[in-house]
């Protein structure tokens, strides 16, 4: 059974840094592209960050672009997000999910919640 | 990276069908078909119902459909349960990136 468990979340001040994780279990980590997603409180789905299953493609939203950095370790089948110059609109639940051809978010975590406020 | 098209909300009564729209453009839905549906009930993670437009992982019920006519996709629940009552969301593959729907949250009558 896929497992995917986020982790690294909390209230950070503007400005900050944070790291996440997301810890895989139950298939083979290092052949499946990863992607995050976020949820803002009360509102839709927002595409964050995806990383090939090799680790040499990335790719990023808008408004993760020169701010954000997806990377993984294979060696301990974790996925990360780098979150550096935080904002207040990026208070959100963020998912990690493991990503099918075209795209498809298979599986997903159960979140971690970034709160970023004074 | 434009946010897909969905009605905010949807109801049926038990028994019946709905279908929920998802309008994009040129560049994502009318480009591929990697539209995918995701059913997300409060305080969970969202799920995988549709992929490649119209295929069902193993173990959603086939009164889950999926389809596409040019920029539009469409989710097709038939014979309504209460159990269906959750938030919707529409995706597609946009070209090195993904974009979602703003989502539509269905209500069972």
């Known amino acids: 059974e896929v497992q995917l468990l986020e982790s690294g979340g909390g209230l950070v001040q503007p400005g900050g840094s944070l790291r996440l994780s997301c810890a895989a279990s139950g298939f083979t980590f290092s052949s499946s592209a990863m992607s995050w997603v976020r949820q803002a409180p009360g509102k839709g789905l927002e595409w964050v960050s995806a990383l090939s299953s090799g680790g040499d493609s990335t790719y990023y939203a808008d408004s993760a672009k020169g701010r954000f950095t997806i990377s993984r370790d294979s060696s301990k089948n974790t996925l990360y997000l780098q979150m550096n110059r935080l904002r207040a609109d990026d208070t959100a639940v963020y998912y990690c999910a493991t990503m099918g051809t075209g795209w498809v978010l298979r599986s997903w975590g159960q979140g971690t919640l970034v709160t970023v406020s004074s | 990276q434009s946010a897909l098209t969905q009605p905010p909300s949807a109801s049926g009564s038990p028994g019946q069908s709905v279908t929920i729209s998802c309008t994009g453009t040129s560049s994502d839905v009318g480009a591929y078909n990697y539209v995918s549906w995701y059913q997300q009930y409060p305080g969970r993670a969202p799920q995988l119902i549709i992929y490649?437009?119209?295929k069902r992982p193993s173990g959603v019920p086939d009164r889950f459909s999926g389809s596409k006519s040019g920029n539009t996709a469409s989710l097709t629940i038939s014979g309504l349960q209460a159990e269906d009552e959750a938030d919707y969301y529409c995706s597609s593959y946009a070209g090195r990136s993904k974009v979602f729907g703003g989502g539509t949250k269905l209500t069972v009558l």
């Open positions: 490649d437009v119209s």
